[in-house]
């Protein structure tokens, strides 16, 4: 299981990790791991924006600068699958044309349009949550669940395609690990509870679910860019509502 768990935060992060070899008998545990990634990355997120809070800096700059932990963290791997997916679902092509662009590593329009929305509302949500004071400890919280929840749904949703990434980490997967994931969120969830973020996060829950159902519906499976879009777009939610509340 450790190599399992090292396997993914080398793959999800770019946290330095020890030179392991790669195994597929381990390849379930690495989607297991994802609520554990989203943890650290949440820590790390935390402190980061709590040690910026303390420097004299204009608000502008560290909202930018805490907008941009998460991202370096994950190697905008997350946002680039988020992108794809905007291509491919907006296009309202047919299904074997959404596949296509997909796999295609060209940005289309509706890549960009997407990126600039969510990086308008991010830049505008951490920027309230900074100028209100706001309850940051969520930030811990907000990665473990659109990671974890997108881990759900890689155990139980068909692949849409038989490559890849996902359809590889996908073989040995069953409804142990589906079992696991939900423990950890649970124990995750008691503890947001008493830090009292427990309604953030379950907003980021609702919003995951949401748009993790759009996006199969669409596109009939589930695959490494899709959970990119779901990741992106849980968080960014629960970004806004931790604003507003």
């Known amino acids: 299981m450790l190599k399992g768990i090292l396997m993914s935060f080398s793959m999800y992060t770019t946290i ?3 030179n392991i070899q790669w195994e597929e008998k381990r390849f379930p545990y690495v989607i297991t791991s994802l609520p554990l990634v989203g943890f650290i990355i949440g820590l790390i997120w935390f402190f980061g924006t709590n040690i910026l ?8 700059i560290k909202t ?10 994950s190697g905008f791997i997350h946002i680039d699958g988020y992108m794809d997916t905007c291509d491919a679902i907006f296009s309202r092509a047919s299904l074997e044309k959404k ?3 997909l796999k295609d590593s060209c940005v289309g329009a509706f890549a960009v349009i997407g990126l600039l929305i969510i990086s308008f509302l991010y830049y505008v949500s951490i920027y309230e949550v900074l100028k209100q004071g706001k309850n940051i400890i969520a930030l811990i919280f907000i990665p473990i669940f659109s990671r974890g929840i997108t881990s759900l749904f890689i155990i139980k949703i068909n692949a849409i395609s038989k490559e890849g990434f996902i359809a590889s980490f ?3 997967l069953n409804n142990s690990h589906f079992l696991l994931v939900l423990i950890l969120l649970l124990i995750f969830f008691i503890l ?8 953030i996060i379950i907003i980021n829950i609702l919003a995951c679910i949401i748009f993790a159902i759009f996006c199969i519906r669409d596109l009939k499976g589930i695959s490494g860019d899709l959970c990119g879009f779901i990741i ?3 968080s960014l939610i629960s970004i806004i509502f931790l604003a507003i509340l």
């Open 170 to 172: 996908k073989k040995g």
């Open 232 to 234: 992106t777009l849980g």
């Open 64 to 73: 930018v600068l805490v907008c941009l932990i998460p991202l370096f963290l």
């Open 16 to 18: 330095p990790m020890p």
């Open 53 to 60: 809070n303390k420097l004299l800096i204009p608000v502008t």
């Open 192 to 199: 947001g509870y008493f830090l009292d973020v427990y309604k």
């Open 99 to 101: 596949y296509k662009i």
